[in-house]
């Protein structure tokens, strides 16, 4: 499994729609585990996105879905920074079986 | 829901027994949505957590849990340190179906 940790900064007051957007876009992926948007309780800009694929390669190649470009087209102009935390090697877990 | 992303440094050479111990101690727990234990691929001693709760309370009950006592009594010793990355709240996402 490949995963993925992510930081993500809306613009000012943008957060909600950001996130709205990604939670749409992200339905139906093939080869995604788990995907989880959150609000940063502290900062009312921020989201962490929690990523689990069953291989790097099958998240690569989410990037290209229609679906997942629109929402990148869409959630463009709302964000404000990225940084990616970590990219990790997910061993096992609770509540992670992959989607067919 | 309630959400957590930590960052634990094992002892020296101890990270796949603490995997073991954390993956085996986590099963069944009431509440929990989502819980990923993984490498991290750059540093051979770091571990990443990344958990959904249903609550903050359903996380808090889960540390009474003998699986989870029992877990923290066998990976105490093995573990050099602990960073809470975030805490978050979860919006939405893809394969976070509460465990009922």
Do not use: F
């Not at 080869?31 to 800009?45: F, L």
């Not at 990523?51 to 102009?77: C, F, M, N, Y």
């Amino acid at each position: 499994m490949y995963g993925l940790i992510g930081k993500m900064t809306a613009q000012p007051g943008k957060r909600s729609a950001l996130t709205e957007i990604l939670v749409k876009g992200i339905v139906g992926m093939p080869g995604c585990v788990s995907y989880v948007v959150a609000d940063d309780p502290t900062d009312a800009d921020v989201i962490w996105i929690t990523e689990v694929w069953e291989s790097k390669e099958a998240h690569a190649a989410s990037l290209q879905l229609p679906s997942v470009r629109d929402a990148i087209t869409k959630g463009r102009p709302l964000i404000a920074g990225m940084e990616r935390v970590a990219e990790t090697a997910p061993v096992g877990g609770s509540g992670i079986t992959p989607e067919k």
